[in-house]
């Protein structure tokens, strides 16, 4: 038997074909499938592109068409490969002939003799009368096979199992073997079905896992073969066929680059291109794999043109390669390696192709190597060069520059973990010698913030530098030096002793330790005690957030004035013992007392004898002065009859004050008296202009209500709160969003929740409430610890716990329990003003779409009857999607079935089907 193809003998037997092809066509209507690949321009398309429209991915004979079809033994006709049609006994003799690589043997006569009545269509007589010259058929076997009174000629028989197990075994040259075990029986239930003759074929075909039987332990001797099975059949003979195939190529490859494949063939370095409809599989398994999967230095068949692969497989995963270890000494002069190993000086040549890496993997220069380091030398095994392909570093001195992303820092070890350019991750320390800068500012180690993108330098395996070339969000400390004016910047000493000066982002969050709403004129700023910050830079080096950490001054509350004298600004203190204090106003002093717009001169008319005030104060320098005309805390205790109350502020201090006839504000009630003030209840008690008795009693009191209406004009808003409305007024009232920093009226918008703290029935703050609007993805039921978490339309999920008094509803308002919550569900969550969970489960509507009103913002739905709603109102940020993946409504197709869901009668979320 022949092991390769003659090129002349192949384009004549094309030639035949061709001549042959009006005559096959008209005999029969299967047999175009089987026709060369020169006969039509649709079979050698799809042999070419590897694609069959009724072959779907995952079929389980998809490998083993897709390899014969791409090698032309079995192709496909129009686009189809036809996997279960059945296979007659001449399509199966010339894929066989096809299989053992004998084409070049084909008569070129005209004539051509086969036994007696043996009849076959012409197109296959030249294939069929090899196949008795070669022995792939028994003259005697097949004759007496002729089925009597059969209209079927011995060509168009449908092909048996047992039968083409003959064939296929004969066809890789094991019919001794099959003689051997003639006698044998096969381990299938059916074994006294199979033909004596071809018994010993059948063994050797299960011995060389060629065919795993059927269902049932059975080997269905006379049933027929599909082209799927053939398919598979040839396909896992090749592991024993010797034969060469013109257009498949076996080597190493030496290189994986966007299409390209280099390989390792005969010597040489071929270029092969691969597109998306490559296949790729590996000889041991019957799924794909992807080109990510190949490695190189591995072994691979390729089946196509080097300017077209149809078809990738992985013969031998194994690495083509031999590593060599040892001690690095030196480069000298030609791309020449030294290194010690045993004892002995071993010479590498190297050149542009060696890839160098550190010991994390990364890509390094040659000259990045350090003399002491232990390093592995991979040389190829395939070639007669034996070259250089890799040089690693395992452990040792690393010198090298590199770009990457700030995984995590430890100052407590020095240590900084980088992600580099390719993706690995590396580990290096820092010394005192370390320098780490962003924009021309030196950091400290601490403010490196994990996901910054950094230049770095590494020498003897120690970062020498760190340049931060994109910041995230990272945190300085210092000292507060000066605000400015405009309230644009912020001066602060670092705790390395310079100054720097940084823009304030819009609407910096502040936060200071004992005030509810703090805002920039809260900040002590001083060249010498100013407050001890931390302040969050953002991205953009802006300050987004300013937290008070410590302040340096002494604070006395409730101090009585002796005297204040205006020449030299000399305020004489007695505080709570009687002990006195001198400090000094200036034009820096926070001044606070009942006006909008403090001055020096506007607070020394009130700095009168035995005047109650508090005072900041470092050294005898005044940062502070706030003249009292109030004390806020808990009541926890009322004497009528004695008219005292006491009262426990924020600081613990507990304080007596006399009351005479006070009035009495409570939000909501009209005619408040005495007695509506209870031990408990957060008060302010304002004081009278000589501040010895307490003039009004403003009850704190917090609600939510939903925002109706906002008029900017006025700063009065309309609110609703158990289906009644009413107005107030925010114009002296702190306005905070839902992240907890100050807006200005104009960004509170109608549908808002909002939290509103009174002073008696004066709004003291209003904040916007987080609403979280999503799917639950879990339920937690359990008694200890309730909770659900949702995610939300931008995919990020969070936990709530229903603990203490939750309250679950459904649209109409009616009461649930956790026991109705699911995951799937869609709800709106958010905490009442008691700080406990409100969920609402949104109702939903399945429909099938029609159209979308872009001026109304209406979509319209189509219905069964005229009393259906066919339109709804479309949020402005509803979320549209399918799956995952994000559409606009104006993607939508008439007809779609999608799912609407609706909160307060808007749709928030419609999910396509």
Known sequence: ?????????????????????????????????????????AATSVASSSQFSDVKSGYWAEKHIYKLAAQSILLGNNGLFRPNDYVTQQEAVTMAIRFAGLENKLSTSGAVALPTNVKVNNYFKPYVALAFQQNLLNKQSEIASLPAGSKDSWGEHKASREWITEVLVRAIGKEAEASSSATKATTFADNSKISASKRGFVNVALDMGLTNGMDGNRFDPQGTVTRAQLAT?????????????????????????????????????????????????????????????????????????????????LTDSKLQLETTEGTFQKLSPGNILWVEANNTFLQFSYDAGTTFLDQNGAKIDATALAVGSKIAIQKETFSSAKKTVIVQVKSGIINKTGTGTLQSVDTATKSVVLKNASGALESYTWDDN???????QILLPSELKNGSTVNFTVKNNVIQSIEVTQSVERTVRGSLYEVGTNGSTITYKRDGGQLEVKLLADKPEIVISGIAVPTLADLNADATAGDQVELTLNPQDQVSKIQVLNRQMEQMRGATVVSYEPKTKFLTLLDTNKKPYVVTLDDKTKLIYSTNNP???????????????????????ALSLEVIYQYEGKVTAIDVAAKKLTLLTAEGQSMNLTFSNPTIDVYGKSNSVLSDVKVGNSIAAVLNANQDSVQSILVKSSMQFELVAVDTVTSRVTLKSDGSTSQIYLDKAVITGDNGQVIPLNELRAGNILNVTFNGSTPASAQVVKLTTGQITAVDSSTSSP????????????????????????????????????????????????????????????????????????????????????????????YIHQGDTILTVQSLQEN?????????????????Q
């Open 787 to 878: 909770s659900i978490t949702v995610k939300n339309f931008s995919g990020t999920t969070e936990t709530f716990k229903l603990n203490g008094s939750p309250k679950i509803v459904n649209a109409s308002g009616s009461s649930l329990s956790i026991g109705n919550l699911a995951a799937g569900n869609r709800v709106e969550v958010r905490k009442d003003v008691d700080g406990n969970a409100l969920v609402k489960v949104l109702d939903t509507a399945s429909k099938s779409y029609w159209k979308y009103d872009s001026y109304a913002k209406e979509i319209f739905v189509k219905v069964q009857n005229v009393n259906e709603i066919n339109h709804f109102t479309l949020s402005p940020g509803a």
């Open 233 to 313: 059949f040839f396909s896992r003979a090749e592991a024993f066929n010797n034969v060469h195939y013109n257009n498949s190529a076996e080597g190493i490859i030496t290189g994986i680059t966007g299409n390209k494949l280099e390989l390792y063939v005969d010597g040489n370095i071929r270029s092969y291109t691969v597109d998306a409809s490559t296949a790729y599989y590996t000889s041991s398994s019957e799924s794909k794999i992807a080109l990510a999967d190949l490695k190189p230095f591995t072994k691979v068949m390729v089946i196509g043109s080097t300017a077209k692969v149809s078809y990738v497989e």
């Open 599 to 621: 001055t020096l001169t506007g607070i020394e008319s009130l700095l009168t004898t035995n005047r109650k005030v508090n005072v900041s104060y470092l050294s005898n320098r």
């Open 1 to 41: 038997m022949s092991s390769t193809r003659n090129n002349n003998s192949s384009k004549q037997s094309r030639k035949i074909v061709s001549a042959m092809l009006v005559s096959m066509m008209a005999l029969s209507s299967g047999t175009a499938v089987f026709a060369d690949g020169a006969v039509t321009t």
């Open 896 to 912: 779609d079935n999608i799912v609407l869901y609706f909160n307060n009668g808007t749709v928030v979320e419609i999910q396509k």
């Open 434 to 440: 370390s320098v780490i800068r962003y924009k021309n």
